[in-house]
T-cell receptor, first 111, second 117 residues
């Protein structure tokens, strides 16, 4: 079956440093969604990318969809302690509305 | 925004007992609800898709007789873990989707942490 892997698994940064998580799929992605899960919390929808090569920005967050639609990335500029959490990408299969989650990247931000 | 609730938020039970978890969409009608399981420091794994008025669709490897799903109304789906064992201890999260709210968006409940002794 489809495997959606994310690297790195963990990332510790100093506040103010940048952070990037990469999402790679064994098969072509339909639409890619990104979620943030705070410790002890539930996933919160961040964004959806649909088109090949698409780039979207939300304040300090930049999301990119690969040209071949087999990978995606999330980049955070100048991290803050509020960015702490686990970031998941997920392949959204429109036909069944199913989400296949990536393995996640846990981000820790130190002062 | 769309709100999904789950009850209970935390449950501890003895091995062999059954546990029911409720998932409710509070301000929209959800034709489809999803049930996920998340073990510590792992990703969310889809267990089943619940459609109102029809049988749930289970993912490969998920026992339908052990994880009973009922989607009785457009705002309520329940997951019953039958004859629970310690290996069933996990974080169970539901999500709800509705074409009226945004077809591509799923709204997640706060999760239910199940501990089986």
């Amino acid at each position: 079956g489809q495997q959606v892997m994310q690297i790195p698994q963990y990332q510790h940064v100093q506040e103010g440093e940048d952070f990037t998580t990469y999402c790679n799929s064994s098969t072509t992605l339909s639409n890619i969604q990104w979620y943030k899960q705070r410790p002890g919390g539930h996933p919160v929808f961040l964004i959806q990318l649909v088109k090949s090569g698409e780039v979207k920005k939300q304040k300090r967050l930049t999301f990119q969809f690969g040209e071949a639609k087999k990978n995606s990335s999330l980049h955070i500029t100048a991290t803050q302690t509020t960015d702490v959490g686990t970031y998941f990408c997920a392949d959204f299969t429109g036909g069944g509305n199913k989400l296949t989650f990536g393995t996640g990247t846990q981000l820790k931000v130190e002062l | 925004g769309a709100v999904v609730s789950q009850h209970p938020s935390r449950v501890i039970c003895k091995s062999g007992t059954s546990v029911k978890i409720e998932c409710r969409s509070l301000d929209f009608q959800a034709t489809t609800m999803f049930w996920y399981r998340q073990f510590p420091k792992q990703s969310l794994m889809l267990m089943a898709t619940s459609n109102e008025g029809s049988k749930a669709t289970y993912e490969q490897g998920v026992e339908k007789d052990k994880f009973l799903i009922n989607h009785a109304s457009l705002t309520l789906s329940t997951l019953t873990v039958t004859s629970a064992h310690p290996e069933d201890s996990s974080f169970y999260i539901c999500s709800a989707a509705s074409g009226g709210v945004g077809t591509d968006t799923q709204y997640f409940g706060p999760g239910t942490r199940l501990t089986v002794l």
